[in-house]
């Protein structure tokens, strides 16, 4: 039960979730809009939408909505774990 797993309700997000109509710009399937449509916590913490940089902070990116796009916090790991 820990805040961090709230989804980020903020313009931003509702703006990507609506562009990409709530599935993962990395795997494209859905996405959970909250944790209560999944059984598990554990679930959760693997689908849950999270924001992605497509062009890496580290690399100069910005953190406007034109640079994130919503992904799988499992498939955002797995991005950043390649770069
Ligand atoms: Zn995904």
């Known amino acids: 039960m820990s805040q961090s797993f ?20 990395l795997c494209g399937l859905a996405m959970p809009r909250d944790r209560f449509g999944l059984v598990h916590a554990t679930l959760w913490k693997k689908q849950r939408p999270t924001f992605d940089h497509i062009r890496p902070k580290a690399a100069g990116g910005s953190d ?11 498939c955002n790991k797995r991005k950043g774990a390649r770069v």
């Open 64 to 74: 406007r909505a034109d640079n994130l796009q919503l992904a799988h916090a499992a």
């Open 6 to 25: 709230a989804p980020p309700d903020t313009e931003i997000f509702r703006t990507l979730w609506g562009q990409q109509e709530g599935c993962c710009a």
